[in-house]
């Protein structure tokens, strides 16, 4: 029998944990939990789960500099966070941070489970051994070491910004939509924000130095790497 999936859940409602909880366990997950973000943290570093769901609005620490201290210990786990307003600025730029993607907690059980399934099964497909480098002139793109160097350049990579480039290589020269961006960001069927990829897109240019300048933004809503 395969091993359960392990969620490391940060709640700091206690109805909300224990629902929580009882959902995911529900689904055969084993499930740890936590009331704040230090002891999240704590229990992150103790032990790597398989995912881990972060409330936004925590005591100790909130979920945004959780998030910021995980992607420290560790920068392929994924994590979501959980909002009462997903279209929060702080849910956004946790994404900059590492996050994988965040939800509005008035979405349906149905769609939590399939998000932590979606972000599960990118987790699996990225450990399987590929192509794990990418030159962009003098440039060399480290995709497992998510780092970028050469030119001029030194730079750590956010997962996000390491997703959108490895999509733009993987059809040089082909546009990539925002819904094709959005799908291996985030997974099949999640509708984003434009803004939130223009963000990406940004600093993963500034990051690139002259190589940025092989990422090509046409007429606003598409991108495709220069050949």
Do not use: Q, W
């Amino acid at each position: 029998m395969a091993p359960r999936a392990e969620i490391l859940i940060a709640e700091d409602e206690p109805s909300a944990r224990r629902g929580f909880r009882a959902l995911f366990e529900g689904e055969g997950y084993a499930v740890r939990t936590a009331r704040d973000g230090e002891e999240a943290v704590a229990k992150f570093i103790e032990r790597r789960p398989d995912a881990v769901l972060l409330d936004v609005m925590m005591p100790k620490m909130n979920g945004i500099a959780a998030c910021a201290e995980m992607r420290k210990a560790d920068l392929l786990v994924p994590i979501l966070f959980f909002t009462a307003m997903p279209s929060d600025v702080g849910a956004v730029r946790a994404l900059g941070l590492g996050a994988d993607d965040y939800i509005d907690k008035a979405k349906s059980p149905e769609e939590l489970l399939a998000r932590v399934a979606a972000v599960l099964r990118r987790a699996a497909a990225a450990a399987k051994p590929r192509a794990d480098a990418l030159g962009l002139g003098g440039v060399t793109v480290d995709f497992a070491a998510m780092t970028a160097s050469g030119d001029g350049v030194s730079a750590e990579l956010t997962k996000s910004e390491a997703l959108f480039l490895r999509l733009l290589a993987s059809e040089r020269g082909r546009c990539f939509s925002f819904d094709e961006i959005f799908a291996a960001l985030r997974g099949e069927g999640y509708i984003g924000d434009d803004n939130a990829v223009r963000c990406i897109a940004k600093r993963l240019k500034a990051k690139l130095g002259r190589a940025g300048e092989l990422i090509s933004n046409t007429r606003g809503i598409r991108y495709k790497l220069v050949r």
